[in-house]
């Protein structure tokens, strides 16, 4: 349950992410790098993702599945 808890909240992280890049491209008219590290911000947490989708695997804490069972 705790490896799928972790899956959810990085990916729900990495949205909050780019729509908070989008924002301050948005709004931001000054020369700020505050889209820069919210993109930035979303590139690590999207490779964390893949770290502990890898080792969570290897672990045996899942299990991918095909389609259909």
Not at 16 to 35: E, P
Not at 46 to 53: D, E, G, M
């Amino acid at each position: 349950m705790l490896p799928k808890l972790i899956v959810t909240v990085l990916l729900v992280a990495i949205v909050i992410s780019l729509f908070s890049a989008l924002f301050f491209m948005m709004k931001d008219s000054s020369k700020s790098k505050r889209t820069v590290r919210a993109l930035t911000l979303r590139v690590g947490l999207q490779v964390a993702l893949i770290v502990f989708l890898l080792i969570a695997t290897m672990m045996g804490w899942i299990r991918p599945h095909g389609i259909g069972g």
